[in-house]
């Protein structure tokens, strides 16, 4: 039987960093399309899945922390810093964890890159915070 | 038993025990003139429940809500009630074990201006510091 859960103590990990002030986290998904085989004179619709899985995001949001150079600044520096000429774009490419506090495989790994960090919002009285996407390369895998 | 296990909970903590003469769960400590018979204590009572049901009915996680006082005829006392049961319970780790039920998680919250304090006096000055306590638990603890 399934077994209900809290979104609780649980963690993100980023290029081999355990990210601090993690508000919320949401992903990694994936789809995949239709490819539509409807012939001329079917009465209903023929949807059949793609071949090729559509990697999807994983975003999350932080209580950012400008002064935490080695997990939120080096995020951001992983999306800002222009790649040295010639070199591979996939360098980019990190390894993320998200690691849950129950299971026999509490650990899920993807790799992927930085592709969004939000806009940085200062309001009275308000959390600062900042939403993050990285784009999914890889199929998660699930670990001990 | 949630309230049973909580009021163990709080009770094995020692610096609650050297502040608070007693944990009321429910009825006020009065007299006949509904004057406070001690003059701290913590109270609470539990004020929501909500069972996670599957649509087949199936439960396996509840969450429990109650309304908590910290009274005192000393302000600091009231407070330094206040502080430790938000210590205690904010943030309570993933599945660790209240006085014999597993409790999946636990949050605090402060009870906002709206809130009219149970723990209220004609006579006798008191100092009440109220919050929400939410716990969330699997099936080890019921409210039976």
């Given at each position: 039987m399934a077994t209900k859960r809290v979104a609780h103590k649980i963690t993100l990990t980023a290029n081999a960093v355990l990210l601090g002030g993690v508000r919320s986290l949401s992903g990694p998904g994936h789809s995949r399309d239709i490819i539509d085989v409807t012939?001329?004179?079917?009465d209903i619709t023929v949807p059949w899945p793609s071949p090729v899985l559509e990697l999807g995001e994983c975003t999350f949001t932080l209580f950012?922390?400008?002064?935490d150079t080695a997990g939120h600044v080096a995020l951001e520096l992983l999306l800002t810093d222009p790649l040295a000429a010639?070199?591979?774009?996939?360098?980019?490419i990190k390894t993320f964890i998200i690691t849950f506090p129950?299971?026999?495989?509490?650990k899920q790994t993807f790799s992927g890159w930085i592709k969004d960090a939000g806009a940085l919002s200062f309001e009275v009285k308000g959390e600062v915070t900042r939403d993050l996407t990285v784009q999914v390369t890889s199929i998660p895998v699930d670990s001990a | 038993m949630i309230d049973e296990s909580l009021r163990a909970f709080l009770a094995a903590d020692l610096a609650i025990a050297d502040l608070a003469e007693e944990i009321a769960?429910?009825?006020?400590?009065?007299d006949d003139t509904g004057?406070?018979?001690?003059d701290s204590y913590i109270w609470f009572q539990q004020f929501d429940e909500d069972d996670w049901l599957?649509?087949?009915?199936?439960?396996g996680m509840t969450e429990f809500v109650f309304d908590v006082e910290c009274v005192s005829t000393n302000i600091l006392t009231a407070k330094t009630l206040a502080q430790r049961v938000r210590a205690l319970c904010?943030?309570?780790?993933?599945d660790q074990t209240m006085n014999g039920g597993t409790v999946t998680a636990g949050y605090v919250e402060s009870k906002d201006d709206s809130y009219v304090p149970?723990?209220?006096?004609?006579?006798t000055n008191t100092t009440v510091t109220a919050l929400t306590v939410t716990l969330y638990t699997d099936d080890t603890i019921n409210d039976t």
């Open positions: 012939d001329l004179d079917a950012w922390d400008r002064e010639g070199s591979d774009p996939r360098t980019k129950f299971g026999l495989v509490p | 769960v429910g009825q006020v400590p009065i004057e406070p018979l001690i599957d649509l087949d009915g199936l439960s904010q943030g309570f780790g993933y149970v723990n209220r006096f004609q006579e």
